[in-house]
């Protein structure tokens, strides 16, 4: 039996811009197996980044349903809606999302006060977190004094600071250069491995291939198609061929 | 870690929590926040100011004092004139438009953190809490420092007119004289002064922080200013 973490439904999401309507997905439906890494992807504007905020409760879809863990999140309160985002899931954005105004460690540390963890559970566990991603170092420094690659490490241990069951991650190597991608792809991967936490991904970077279960092809707002994991492997080849 | 259980509803955070994180925010931000303090400061040291000029020009002329060399010339043998009056208001005005635009830029350029911290669990109250807790105390204490700064500039402008006569008769506290108009006094300027200034921030602020909590934390992060 499979244990599905994320399952949408004829999503929908239209964008209203003056008299025009931009239906941005129109009509999604996918099932996530808990556990899974998943790679959206998609050319530019075909709506990776609308499913990632929908599957994220970071939006709501103009119709459709969607469902983590069996539940539909169309009929939860606000309060529980925050209880999700604090709980459930881990975001990891391109742009890395941090707070300036906090060091690493109060960035790691912030879900777990919405959590209302003791300061002493979780300083701990951030040190924990930082010293996991190699920022054991770094704990102390404001996001305004770490290199890009740095700043995703961070925003990683933030997004597993409530130890989540699911990480969505949108275009997290996109404004990094191949080698530190490669090393935030390792380690959201062995996140994966070690943890079995479900991964969603939306990228445009073809290094994401070979660590996924399946990619998901997304184009105009629909699902193109869905490859698995043998079928993606000769195509891995060719990429390396190439691209590296 | 797998939960399987029903989504529980999210905690309120305590008071204190609140409190650290917004005094946090503004000790990092300082130089940002003394901007946007400078912004309460000025409009209410203009205020102020001119109120208080105003308020000493009548108190010279109740005492009898009154040189010939008065700001206003058309200033009526008693009360207050509606040049005054006008003046007062524009100041008013300025002082409002003023503090709002600036509380309304700083929470605009922090739309994206708004959006951030809603995705690590923040509810809209908490959001909103938290920039009521720092306007708040920008608020008063920019405005405290402006309307001293107001008070010294009145009274600059008072020595300017009536000479040390202005310390003799000095409107330091509320007066209603019986052939006269009311008089608030300076103190009472300087604590409306604060309060005022602190009034304005609270809601300059809070009211567009309410709205970005309310928007879907991916609106709100899309927001680049
Ligand atoms: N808030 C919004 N308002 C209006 N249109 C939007 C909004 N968000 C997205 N869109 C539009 O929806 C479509 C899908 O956008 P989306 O950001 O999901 O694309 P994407 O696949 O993530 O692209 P990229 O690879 O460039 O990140 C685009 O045409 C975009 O212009
Ligand atoms: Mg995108």
């Given at each position: 039996?499979?244990?599905?973490v994320?399952?949408?439904?004829?999503v929908?999401?239209?964008?209203?811009?003056?008299?025009?309507?931009?239906?941005?997905?129109?009509?999604?439906?996918?099932?996530?197996?808990?556990?899974?890494?998943?790679s959206?992807?998609?050319?530019?504007?075909?709506?990776?980044?609308?499913?990632?905020?929908?599957?994220?409760a970071?939006?709501?879809p103009?119709?459709?349903?969607?469902?983590?863990?069996?539940?539909?999140?169309?009929?939860?309160?606000?309060?529980?809606?925050?209880?999700?985002?604090?709980?459930?899931?881990?975001?990891?954005?391109?742009?890395?999302?941090?707070?300036?105004?906090?060091?690493?460690?109060?960035?790691?540390?912030?879900?777990?006060?919405f959590a209302?963890?003791?300061?002493?559970?979780?300083?701990?566990?951030?040190?924990?977190?930082?010293?996991?991603v190699?920022?054991g170092?770094?704990?102390?420094?404001?996001?305004?004094?770490?290199?890009?690659?740095?700043?995703?490490?961070?925003a990683?241990?933030?997004?597993?600071?409530?130890?989540?069951?699911?990480?969505?991650?949108?275009?997290?190597?996109?404004?990094?250069?191949?080698?530190?991608?490669?090393?935030?792809i390792?380690?959201?991967?062995?996140?994966n491995?070690?943890?079995?936490?479900?991964?969603?991904?939306?990228?445009?970077?073809?290094?994401?291939?070979?660590?996924?279960?399946?990619?998901?092809?997304i184009?105009?707002?629909?699902?193109?198609?869905?490859?698995n994991?043998?079928?993606?492997?000769?195509?891995?080849?060719e990429?390396?061929?190439?691209?590296? | 870690?797998?939960?399987?259980?029903?989504?529980?509803?999210?905690?309120?955070?305590?008071?204190?929590?609140?409190?650290?994180?917004?005094?946090?925010?503004?000790?990092?931000?300082?130089?940002?926040?003394?901007?946007?303090?400078?912004?309460?400061?000025?409009?209410?040291?203009?205020?102020?100011?001119?109120?208080?000029n105003?308020?000493?020009?009548?108190?010279?002329?109740?005492?009898g004092?009154?040189?010939?060399?008065?700001?206003?010339?058309?200033?009526?043998?008693?009360?207050?004139?509606?040049?005054?009056?006008?003046?007062?208001?524009?100041?008013?005005?300025?002082?409002?438009?003023?503090?709002a635009?600036?509380?309304?830029?700083?929470?605009?350029?922090?739309?994206?953190?708004?959006g951030?911290?809603?995705?690590?669990?923040?509810?809209?109250?908490?959001?909103v809490?938290l920039?009521?807790?720092?306007?708040?105390?920008?608020g008063?204490?920019?405005?405290?420092?402006?309307?001293?700064?107001?008070?010294?500039?009145?009274?600059?402008?008072g020595?300017?007119?009536?000479?040390?006569?202005?310390?003799?008769?000095?409107?330091?506290?509320?007066?209603?004289?019986?052939?006269?108009?009311?008089?608030?006094?300076v103190?009472?300027?300087?604590?409306?002064?604060?309060?005022?200034?602190?009034?304005?921030?609270?809601?300059?602020?809070?009211?567009?922080?309410?709205?970005?909590?309310?928007?879907?934390?991916?609106?709100?992060?899309?927001?680049?200013?």
């Amino acid at each position: 039996m499979a244990d599905i973490v994320v399952k949408t439904e004829d999503v929908v999401k239209e964008y209203r811009m003056g008299s025009n309507i931009l239906r941005a997905l129109d009509g999604i439906n996918i099932e996530i197996e808990r556990g899974e890494y998943i790679s959206l992807m998609g050319p530019s504007g075909s709506g990776k980044s609308t499913l990632f905020n929908m599957i994220g409760a970071l939006d709501r879809p103009t119709e459709g349903q969607v469902y983590i863990d069996g539940q539909n999140m169309s009929q939860l309160s606000q309060k529980q809606i925050a209880a999700f985002r604090c709980h459930r899931v881990g975001y990891i954005f391109q742009s890395y999302n941090l707070l300036h105004v906090r060091s690493a460690h109060g960035n790691v540390t912030l879900p777990m006060i919405f959590a209302g963890i003791s300061e002493k559970d979780r300083n701990e566990r951030a040190e924990k977190l930082l010293d996991m991603v190699g920022l054991g170092d770094r704990m102390y420094h404001l996001p305004d004094e770490l290199s890009g690659g740095q700043r995703q490490r961070v925003a990683i241990a933030r997004a597993l600071a409530n130890d989540p069951s699911i990480i969505l991650a949108d275009e997290p190597t996109a404004n990094l250069d191949t080698i530190t991608g490669r090393e935030i792809i390792d380690l959201i991967k062995r996140l994966n491995l070690e943890q079995g936490v479900t991964v969603i991904s939306a990228t445009h970077d073809l290094k994401m291939l070979d660590v996924s279960d399946r990619i998901v092809d997304i184009r105009d707002g629909l699902v193109e198609r869905i490859r698995n994991r043998d079928e993606i492997e000769i195509e891995v080849g060719e990429v390396g061929g190439e691209g590296h | 870690m797998q939960q399987r259980t029903p989504i529980e509803e999210q905690i309120d955070l305590p008071f204190v929590e609140s409190l650290r994180i917004s005094f946090q925010s503004l000790k990092i931000r300082f130089g940002r926040s003394i901007i946007t303090t400078a912004g309460i400061t000025l409009g209410i040291a203009f205020l102020v100011s001119v109120w208080m000029n105003n308020e000493i020009g009548i108190a010279l002329q109740e005492s009898g004092r009154q040189t010939t060399i008065n700001t206003f010339e058309e200033t009526a043998e008693q009360g207050i004139s509606t040049k005054d009056i006008w003046l007062i208001i524009m100041s008013l005005i300025v002082c409002v438009v003023g503090i709002a635009n600036s509380m309304l830029m700083a929470v605009t350029e922090r739309f994206r953190e708004i959006g951030t911290m809603k995705c690590l669990g923040a509810l809209d109250g908490f959001v909103v809490r938290l920039f009521l807790l720092e306007s708040g105390f920008q608020g008063f204490s920019g405005a405290l420092i402006g309307a001293l700064i107001g008070t010294l500039g009145a009274v600059l402008l008072g020595l300017k007119d009536y000479g040390l006569d202005l310390f003799f008769y000095f409107p330091l506290l509320p007066a209603s004289p019986e052939d006269g108009p009311m008089q608030l006094g300076v103190i009472v300027i300087i604590l409306l002064g604060c309060i005022l200034g602190m009034i304005l921030a609270v809601i300059g602020s809070s009211f567009p922080a309410w709205r970005a909590a309310k928007l879907p934390p991916a609106e709100a992060m899309r927001t680049e200013v």
